[in-house]
C-alpha cells in the first residue's frame, strides 16, 4: 500500500489522501472544500488506474479558478506517479 498526500493550490480543500495498491486506487479523502463532492470524488475513484484517473479529470474548471478539487487531483497525482503526464 502506497499513500500520496497532495496538497492542493487555487481551490477549497486543504489536502487530498490517496492510498493505492499497485495499479490501482484503493481510498480518496479530499480535506476541506464541499464535502459531498470531496466524498463523491473518491467513491468514483476508488479501484480506478491513477493514470486513467489524472486523465478524466484534468482540466475540470470551478468557477472560472482555472483548476479545481478534481484538476489539483489529476496534477497531484500526476507528480507523484511514474508516468508521463498527458
Do not use: W, Y
Not at 490517496?18 to 463523491?40: K, P, Q, R, S, Y
Not at 484517473?53 to 507523484?80: M, N, P
Request: some cysteine.
Amino acid at each position: 500500500m502506497n499513500k500520496i498526500v497532495i496538497l492542493p493550490e487555487g481551490v477549497c480543500c486543504d489536502r487530498i489522501e490517496v492510498e493505492l495498491d499497485g495499479d490501482a486506487i484503493t481510498h480518496v479523502e479530499f480535506i476541506g472544500g464541499c464535502h459531498g463532492n470531496g466524498m463523491a470524488l473518491g467513491r468514483l475513484l476508488a479501484g480506478m488506474n491513477p493514470e486513467k484517473a489524472a486523465a478524466v479529470l484534468a482540466g475540470v474548471d470551478c468557477e472560472g479558478k482555472g483548476t479545481s478539487c478534481a484538476d489539483q487531483f489529476a496534477r497531484g497525482i500526476r507528480e507523484h506517479l511514474p508516468f508521463p503526464a498527458k
